[in-house]
């Protein structure tokens, strides 16, 4: 399967097997009965229900399977008042079918009520991941970090982003286990819908909001104003102010917060897809340089702390160095 059609063509539903061994068997019994007799018509009003509903779900799936590139996530476009609008009327066209189909019929509902949770999920994170607005998000970072700018505000910035992707974490994980729990046969039987599409689908866009959450929490903890580069800034200033001690540990800590990062970068940058392999590679770059100038200056600051003045402006030279590389990062 192409791994760029993250969800498979489903097709209409239109009517369900269900739906046409009814008609068959009503069209039996009016060819046995005369003109004269009444006939007892089924209601058929629940079922039709329950067609609608899967039918809709499935165009709300055809939305999503025309989605193409998520080897560049940041190029994908998605619209998905379409889609939301196909899943508002299956759940409308789901409490029909609640309200007129026999108990029965529980695990059929069940079942479509699981795809529907399923589709909403996977829309949700599609919505997060082709954000447009995540690469200026990211510009913002970087210029702040390479310009000495607005730390605050850029770290203000990320930590909302990542709030958002962690959340769209945790609705991918849902998916996947109500996934698992689905009734594959009897989706097939009512929908015409293949569960292995659906996983194939699902797993395509879990490794790209993984490795977005990746991306993201990194720079949210190389902006941390306690213990990420606020860390660095505050031991620049005790440093200033020749407090060496409490220099040296804000440096440390700052220190052990970029490599930290660093190494979740490392990590995940095996897997992430071609559109995000330069955000984290910048990302790579500042949190390395950020790390050695954190490790000279709290060298530096160790140095004054025991009176050796001449190693101590020499690893805070070093230090300075290794900050202003961090600005290269991008060029």
């Known amino acids: 399967m192409n791994r760029r059609q993250y969800l498979a063509r489903t097709g209409a539903a239109g009517a369900s097997l269900t739906t046409v061994t009814a008609l068959s068997g009503c069209l039996d019994a009016l060819e046995e009965s005369s003109d004269e007799t009444d006939i007892e018509v089924e209601d058929r009003s629940g079922q039709r229900a329950l067609?609608?509903?899967?039918?809709?779900?499935?165009?709300?799936?055809?939305?999503?399977?025309?989605?193409?590139?998520?080897?560049?996530?940041?190029?994908v476009e998605f619209d998905s008042t379409q889609a939301r609008e196909?899943?508002?009327?299956?759940?409308?066209?789901?409490?029909?079918?609640?309200?007129?189909?026999?108990?029965?019929?529980?695990?059929?509902?069940?079942?479509?009520?699981?795809?529907?949770?399923?589709?909403?999920?996977?829309?949700?994170?599609?919505?997060?991941?082709?954000?447009?607005?995540?690469?200026?998000?990211?510009d913002e970072v970087t210029a702040a970090v390479e310009e000495n700018g607005d730390i605050e505000g850029a770290n203000q910035t990320v930590d909302d982003r990542h709030e958002t992707v962690v959340a769209a974490v945790s609705r991918h994980g849902r998916v996947t286990d109500t996934l698992q729990s689905i009734d594959g046969e009897r989706l097939k039987a009512i929908a015409g819908t293949d569960t292995a599409d659906l996983e194939e689908g699902a797993a395509t866009l879990g490794d790209v909001v993984t490795s977005l959450e990746t991306l993201t929490g990194a720079y949210d903890s190389m902006l941390d104003l306690e213990t990420g580069y606020?860390?660095?800034?505050?031991?620049?200033?005790?440093?200033?102010?020749?407090?060496?001690?409490?220099?040296q540990e804000s440096f440390e800590t700052a220190e052990g917060t970029f490599g930290d990062a660093l190494r979740r970068l490392?990590?995940?940058?095996?897997?992430?897809?071609?559109?995000?392999?330069?955000?984290?590679?910048?990302?790579?770059?500042?949190?390395?340089?950020?790390?050695?100038?954190?490790g000279h200056f709290a060298d530096a600051a160790a140095a004054a702390e025991d009176g050796r003045y001449r190693t101590a402006r020499r690893k805070r030279t070093d230090g300075e160095a290794a900050l202003d590389d961090v600005g290269d990062c991008t060029n």
Do not use: K, M, W
């Open 266 to 294: 490392e990590d995940g940058t095996e897997n992430a897809p071609d559109g995000l392999g330069e955000y984290f590679e910048t990302a790579r770059c500042q949190n390395e340089h950020l790390a050695a100038a954190s």
């Open 51 to 75: 067609d609608r509903a899967a039918g809709n779900l499935n165009r709300a799936a055809q939305q999503l399977d025309e989605v193409e590139g998520f080897e560049d996530p940041e190029t």
């Open 86 to 138: 196909y899943l508002s009327d299956a759940r409308n066209y789901l409490e029909t079918a609640d309200s007129e189909l026999g108990d029965d019929r529980s695990a059929d509902l069940e079942t479509i009520r699981a795809y529907a949770s399923v589709l909403e999920g996977l829309v949700s994170v599609t919505v997060t991941v082709t954000d447009d607005t995540i690469e200026d998000d990211i």
């Open 230 to 247: 606020g860390a660095l800034e505050d031991g620049r200033t005790h440093l200033d102010n020749e407090r060496f001690g409490a220099a």
